[in-house]
């Protein structure tokens, strides 16, 4: 045989090897990853629900899903152990991490607007320290009326072509 008509077969062999070594150490990964579990510790399923190991069994798995509620389920079905600080982060909302990097907002708005004495005031402040602070108007101006076309427009009732609609000729 000639050896171009085998590589191909070569080439299939060895991509089939290197995706099933590459299942290998994932499958023993996971099974590491439970056999390091110890009742308190905290778990993720494989249908993504959170619960704390209770009782650990040769094929099996005891979790409390809530408190006082037990299910057993197959060791196979557990998608990760967590560390504590994770599982308390994003079950109970408990964080380790006493600085916040997020700004504080209030729970209303009346703070985060002035009201017309501390707008004179700001203006009195304003002028007594020498500048002249134009005051905005950010209402609209120059602008056409909803009812009244603009320029080289029609009005929205009236056809563009004259013909209206049931009139032959009409789309």
């Known amino acids: 045989m000639n050896l171009v008509t085998l590589l191909p077969f070569i080439v299939l062999i060895g991509a089939m090897f290197l ?13 590491q990853m439970r056999d390091h579990m110890v009742p308190g510790t905290g778990v993720r399923t494989i249908g993504g629900m959170y619960a704390t190991v209770k009782e650990i069994g040769e094929d099996t798995v005891t979790l409390e899903v809530a408190p006082g509620v037990h299910a057993i389920y197959a060791k196979n079905s557990i998608g990760a152990v967590l560390e504590d600080a994770e599982y308390n982060r994003i079950v109970h909302g408990i964080s380790d991490d006493l600085t916040i990097d997020t700004p504080v907002v209030p729970d209303d708005a009346s703070s985060l607007t002035l009201d017309k004495d501390s707008d004179k005031d700001a203006d009195k402040n304003a002028n007594e320290a020498g500048t002249d602070a134009p005051k905005l ?7 056409p009326e909803a ?3 603009k320029d080289g427009e029609t009005k929205g009732d009236e056809p563009k072509d004259g013909k209206a609609d049931g009139e032959a000729g009409a789309k």
Request: a positive charge.
């Open 137 to 143: 108007d950010l209402g609209k101006k120059d602008e």
């Open 147 to 149: 009812d009244e076309p």
């Open 19 to 31: 995706m099933t070594r590459s299942a290998k150490k994932k499958q023993q990964a996971a099974a």
